[in-house]
């Protein structure tokens, strides 16, 4: 099963916090709000994936399964 | 047989399902044209299949199979009815002018709607400020005896407060957000929440009445039943109809008393729609609007006359769109304001406007998708359109001129 990043826009406050911590996956549009790569994150980076979403100070990232 | 049915015993090109008269008729009135709704609670299972057999499809502009929706709520227990009226498009008048001429029609559909889904609760939301349409629906509502009272609330008159999520959340803490979630699993008050817009209900409560067969009697195979539209523009009398869908633009025009002038192009589906060439023969169905990259919607027409300029409007209502995001997802709050500020600058008449131009596709691709609900998409697709359908006001633009003779505003903010 693999594992994806979802951001809910409408907590999401552009503290980009996520974008520093995988920036493998995670990129800031002009206005500081994330954009998402919407593949399945490989292992390697999970745990930093894990460190993104807890990091996050709106509870706006979350891993998904499937 | 009832007074609506004799009528139909001789088929006319000209359908009135659901406008009929000034409004304001009394119960008795309503009964005696429609016949009485009948007992939908004893066979809520057949009520089921006549729905789906009808080939009714919402009204509000989504376009999404009724049967499919009311079913998705009755496999839940308790639940809630929320008659959508809340038309945020200012654009848009056919559910306020529908709950006005027939508000015991609406009630019909709401009280056929609840008995199918099993709901002790009912609500007809309409925006705060329609004052004409809250008289009508208390006044009809005081005259009933149903078994479940409906609920009349006022909500917000803003943009996105009509989008269903938004309206539960409405219904449950009282700001006219949308939540991005569905509510037939979890709505009002936790549970499952039938959102049928008005207008549907109104059918509803004929297809319980004479079945699916006198419903497929109107439209096409593939998209049965009549359907209200707001016809605006350059038409001599703008307002709502009662169209046979498959009925042509030209023919949507005609019903408002003919063009007044050349049209450049049509706004189908309001500001959630598309710009199409103006194209007369098109019908106003999904089949015939598909290959056009355009559908229905909540069936706004406009007839966009010659002599205004589309890049200007286009950009005025991108700004009105902008103010109306409900302030929640980043990329609809900035994107939004930034395309708004792009389409202003190319409206000017200041020579070549490529940097705009490369600005409005690049904050297409920051934009797209990234909100909670339809709003940043469904104004994006307005907009591209518009530069698609206005691409040579753009080049004059870009040559510093403009084409209009007049600056009227045409589209409603």
Redesign the interface.
């Known amino acids: 099963m693999s594992t994806h990043l979802d951001v809910d826009p409408r907590l999401c406050d552009a503290y980009g916090y996520c974008a520093e911590l995988l920036p493998e996956a995670i990129a800031l549009d002009e206005w500081g709000y994330p954009v998402i790569d919407p593949g399945p994150l490989s292992d390697d980076v999970l745990a930093d994936a894990r460190r993104a979403a807890s990091a996050c100070p709106m509870l706006a990232l979350r891993l998904r399964k499937g | 047989m009832s007074a609506l049915l004799e009528e139909y015993a001789t088929r006319r090109p000209v359908y009135a399902r659901l406008l009929h008269g000034d409004g304001g008729p009394t119960l008795a009135e309503h009964v005696a044209r429609y016949g009485p709704l009948p007992p939908v609670a004893r066979s809520t299972a057949e009520m089921l299949r006549v729905i789906e057999a009808s080939g009714l499809t919402g009204r509000g502009g989504a376009g999404f199979p009724s049967a499919a929706k009311l079913r998705s709520v009755s496999r839940g227990s308790r639940a809630v009815v929320v008659a959508n009226g809340v038309e945020g498009e200012p654009a848009s008048a056919k559910d306020e002018v529908l709950m006005i001429r027939n508000p015991h029609l609406v009630l019909d559909g709401v009280e056929a709607a609840a008995a199918v889904v099993g709901a002790g609760e009912s609500y007809v939301a309409v925006a705060g400020e329609s004052h004409a349409v809250v008289a009508a629906l208390e006044a009809a509502s005081m005259e009933r005896a149903d078994r479940h009272p409906v609920e009349i609330v006022r909500v917000p008159d803003r943009f996105v407060s009509g989008e269903e999520s938004a309206l539960v959340r409405w219904l449950n803490d009282g700001r006219a957000?949308?939540?991005?979630r569905r509510p037939f699993e979890r709505g009002v008050h936790g549970r499952p929440t039938l959102v049928q817009n008005v207008e549907t209900l109104a059918h509803l409560a004929l297809i319980v009445r004479y079945g699916a067969a006198w419903f497929r009697s109107a439209g096409t195979a593939d998209e049965p039943g009549t359907a209200l539209a707001t016809v605006l523009g350059a038409v001599r009398t703008p307002g709502v109809v009662e169209l046979e869908i498959g009925t042509t633009l030209g023919e949507a025009f005609d019903r408002c008393g003919g063009l007044t002038e050349r049209i450049q192009a049509i706004l189908v589906g309001g500001y959630f729609g598309t710009w199409i060439a103006p194209d007369l023969e098109v019908a106003l169905s999904n089949e015939a609007l598909r290959p056009r990259g355009a559908s229905p919607g909540a069936r706004t027409i406009v007839a966009f006359p010659r002599s205004v300029c589309g890049l200007a409007e286009t950009a005025r209502v991108a700004r009105y769109m902008a103010g109306e995001s409900a302030g929640?997802?980043?990329?609809?709050v900035?994107?939004l304001a930034a395309l708004a500020d792009a389409l202003e600058v190319a409206a000017q008449c200041r020579g070549s406007q490529d940097d705009e131009l490369d600005r409005i596709s690049q904050l297409h691709a920051?934009i797209a998708r990234?909100?909670?609900c339809a709003h940043p998409d469904g104004t994006l697709g307005f907009v591209a359109s518009a530069l698609d359908v206005f691409s040579s006001e753009v080049d004059a633009h870009r040559s510093g001129h403009c084409t209009a003779t007049r600056h009227a505003p045409v589209l409603r903010t």
């Open positions: 957000a949308p939540t991005g929640q997802c980043g990329p609809c900035f994107g920051q990234r909100g909670a």
